[in-house]
């Protein structure tokens, strides 16, 4: 995720945001002037953005000044200006209760805001740190267009103020809401990492013209959705804007690949990943501790293998044990050339690559523009979506916010850098849901009626998608201890003698995306006798890596032996693999040969599967199925008949 969310809170929480956070993550000198720190650490003044600034007498790009912040978030939620409000009530003769109230924004509150954090994907910013001045400048501003249509959803989609008893009742603040926006340059390593705090205040007005508190949760559970947004936008805007494109990537193995700028060598990427090597060699070790620990009687604390969840926990916890204080911060103009000349001596990259980052990349990018179409079959993205959201999600209960996040990540796929028409990700969610998706909530409350809050799962049956395990590893008694937090963690070979074999639980989107190749295998062998058939090969054409298209094409010089008739290639690979040779990194997923061999027998067995299964499909099925359990609750379709509550449908 690229959107980050954070609690603030009045008291320390803010006077901790005001004396690190509004001065470029430094440390503010006591008794400095708020514009003067600024100025001094080199990182712009804050700015107001947000629709709600007017109904504050506010105006989007005001500099944010101390005593408005001290203010909306650090005296519980007042005015911005307060302190003159409450000195004019004064002055007409008002009671120092009546001008206090006069300057509150309704109820005092204790959470007075949250802290968004965006930043662009690693090859993104690496064009903006790397790249010359009209480059940074094309970044810096499709950054701030996508923060501003994202926070624009979230006042149009997604705030609410509650009110009534118990907070039933549910509005959307029709005038907006109010931000203040601080702009970052590096991480706590000093490598380069453009990325802005986004402070929302939680104040918004009613239709009355009250003033409200925004449900902070909601604000959370739609933080992946806001962040698949902003990647798709700043992705979109940089594009454009610069004539490129971007590829799919596999950071993590088993977890769903990353759209990132094509033709940007990964090499970069390992060289601005300090903090994510120090976090690895920490984590393997909270891992072993986690699936070893014992309790005074000896018996096992913890889970014997490390789930997902428990993964995303120690994740933080190793994020937190190995972070390092903070630096100085330096102007961006000493940092930008402190980052070129670190990169062609440090990162393996060759300085003439460097130095012609920008047409690498347009490079990549007019060989992926001229071989992989950009359109959008909206029937086989629900398939997709729903698929991939029904595997990855516990018990296989989702949201419509969950169906969001995941078709906005589709179509950063399948367009590759390219403007989707407006609404397009909700017209798959719409589809999915009328489609693929069955209806299993129970409503009791007001919020549990809304379009939101309804709880789907699946209509078809996985169970047959079984999830590979890895056998439970002996602990390694010569196991290291983790890298000094103050260098950079050297990645372990693999089979060196101090390695070990962590029983993890497999990560989830393999198979959703084997559940989403069978689903539309189903699909197009079931339709196809209707007259709608469904076009998995082409669309697999615009969604799949281009590697992943069409084979190696053999060396008919040194080859005695007539080829064998085949299909045709669906791809010409010759500019893919020129780019490869000039050190572009294109490749997009790392599939081995036997991975692809297993795609191939999962496909063919879908296909068989489906075949025979049509026939019993098309009966009435009214003998009761047991349910399998796998790592994921399934479920089958309902039988025609009233609402039977929760456990209708499975």
């Known amino acids: 995720m690229t959107v980050d969310i954070r609690i603030i809170r009045a008291g320390q929480m803010y006077r901790y945001y005001l004396r690190e956070t509004v001065v470029g993550d430094g440390r503010r000198p006591a008794r400095t002037p708020l514009r003067a720190a600024q100025e001094q650490a080199g990182v712009p003044a804050g700015r107001w953005i947000g629709r709600g600034l007017a109904a504050l007498g506010l105006a989007p790009g005001e500099e944010v000044t101390e005593a408005q912040l001290r203010n909306l978030f650090g005296e519980r939620g007042r005015h911005p200006y307060a302190d003159r409000i409450e000195a004019d009530r004064l002055a007409a003769g008002d009671s120092p209760k009546e001008a206090f109230k006069a300057g509150a924004l309704g109820r005092r509150v204790t959470v007075t805001g949250v802290d968004f954090v965006f930043r662009p994907q690693p090859t993104i910013y690496l064009l903006w740190a790397l790249g010359d001045e009209e480059t940074r400048q094309v970044i810096e501003a499709a950054h701030e267009r996508a923060i501003v249509r994202v926070l624009e959803w979230i006042e149009d989609e997604v705030a609410v103020i509650r009110y009534g008893k118990d907070g039933i009742y549910r509005v959307r603040p029709p005038g907006g809401l109010v931000a ?35 449900h902070t949760t909601a604000l959370h559970e739609n933080t992946v959705a806001a962040s698949a947004l902003y990647n798709e936008i700043v992705a979109v805007e940089v594009c454009e804007a610069l004539g490129l494109a971007t590829e799919p990537r596999t950071v993590t193995e088993g977890r769903r690949p990353v759209m990132e700028i094509a033709g940007v060598p990964h090499e970069l990427i390992r060289w601005t990943s300090r903090r994510a090597d120090q976090i690895a060699a920490c984590l393997e070790e909270l891992e072993h501790e986690y699936v070893t620990a014992l309790d005074d009687d000896g018996e096992q604390r913890f889970l014997p293998v490390v789930s997902e969840r428990a993964r995303a926990k120690l994740n933080q916890i190793a994020a937190r044990k190995t972070r390092p204080p903070k630096q100085k911060t330096r102007p961006l103009s000493q940092l930008r050339a402190w980052w070129r000349t670190s990169a062609i001596l440090t990162s393996g990259v060759a300085a003439d690559v460097i130095t012609s980052l920008l047409e690498y990349a347009r490079a990549a990018a007019a060989a992926i523009r001229a071989r992989v179409a950009t359109v959008v079959d909206v029937a086989l993205a ?26 906005r990540r589709h179509l950063a796929l399948v367009l590759r850098g390219r403007r989707r028409d407006p609404g397009l990700d909700d017209r798959i969610v719409a589809a999915a849901i009328s489609t693929h998706c069955l209806d299993i909530s129970e409503p009791k409350t007001v919020r549990g009626r809304e379009a939101a809050y309804r709880l789907y799962t699946a209509r078809w049956d996985l169970a047959d998608l079984t999830t590979r395990r890895r056998p439970p590893a002996v602990p390694d008694p010569d196991r290291q201890s983790p890298a000094d937090a103050a260098e950079p963690a050297a990645p372990r070979p693999p089979g060196h003698a101090g390695a070990r074999e962590i029983p993890r639980i497999p990560l989830q989107y393999d198979r959703a995306a084997l559940a989403g190749a069978v689903v539309r295998e189903k699909l197009r062998t079931a339709t196809a006798v209707r007259g ?5 090969t082409a669309h697999q054409q615009l969604a799949m890596p281009e590697q992943l298209l069409a084979p190696e094409p053999a060396d008919t010089e040194h080859n005695d032996q007539e080829p064998e008739a085949g299909p045709p290639e669906a791809i010409d690979m010759t500019a893919l693999r020129a780019l490869r040779q000039s050190r572009t990194d294109v490749e997009a997923l790392d599939l081995t040969a036997d991975r692809l061999r297993h795609l191939q027998d999962v496909y063919t067995k879908a296909g068989e599967d489906s075949r025979t299964r049509a026939t019993r499909y098309a009966e009435p099925d009214d003998a009761a199925r047991p349910v399998r359990r796998d790592d994921q609750q399934t479920h089958r379709p309902p039988e025609p008949g009233p609402h039977r509550g929760r456990n209708a449908g499975r």
């Open 382 to 407: 629900a398939v997709d979506v729903a698929a991939t959201v029904f595997v990855m999600n516990e018990g296989g209960r989702f949201h419509r916010r969950h169906l969001l996040a995941e078709a």
């Open 532 to 536: 709608r058939a469904y076009d998995v």
């Open 180 to 214: 203040a926006r601080f702009r970052h340059y590096e991480a706590r390593s000093g490598m380069p990492l453009l990325h802005d705090h986004v402070l929302l205040s939680v104040k918004g007005q009613r239709l009355d013209a009250t003033w409200g508190s925004v």
